[in-house]
């Protein structure tokens, strides 16, 4: 399959993921959010309430696929996080606090997004306290991911 909006090879989960976001994508401003998360996972549906608690529209879609669309969306398995959003023209892996949202809609960086790796503790959707800083790596197509923010 050719390569597409600048996202390696994708099946076809990752292809109607992204084509979705792309082809009816709204802009900025109405902060529309597509959340893709397994079926039993009680803290990602905590995460998508916490979006909307922050001004996000978000639909959530159940799927067994999640690893897939979050290797099609350029997140190494290692860096993978609970869920996988996309959210204007980034991917969003994990439980990425608001405040690095809001940052990379802002400063717009050329990478396809960030990842929030494994589900830490004390991070937003998730219950506990905070055990460490989270770190939040970059999601960027043949580069290995770096520091975006620590939080």
């Not at 909006?5 to 902060?31: I, K, N, R, Y």
């Not at 549906?45 to 922050?54: C, I, K, P, T």
């Not at 802002?106 to 905070?130: C, D, H, N, Q």
């Amino acid at each position: 399959m050719e390569k597409i909006l600048g996202f390696a090879s994708l099946g076809t989960a990752g292809v109607a993921a992204v084509l979705a976001m792309s082809l009816h994508a709204a802009p900025a401003s109405a902060q529309e959010a597509t959340l893709y998360k397994n079926p039993q996972c009680g803290c990602c549906e905590s995460y998508a309430d916490y979006l909307r608690e922050n001004g996000f529209t978000v639909e959530v879609k159940p799927t067994h696929d999640l690893a897939q669309i979050s290797r099609d969306a350029g997140i190494p398995d290692d860096f993978q996080g609970c869920h996988t959003g996309f959210l204007d023209d980034y991917v969003i892996s994990g439980h990425v606090p608001i405040d690095v949202v809001n940052r990379l809609l802002e400063e717009r960086p050329e990478i396809a997004g960030v990842t929030l790796p494994g589900m830490p503790l004390g991070s937003p959707g998730m219950g506990g306290a905070k055990q460490e800083p989270f770190k939040i790596y970059t999601v960027e197509e043949g580069v290995s991911p770096t520091v975006y923010s620590v939080e």
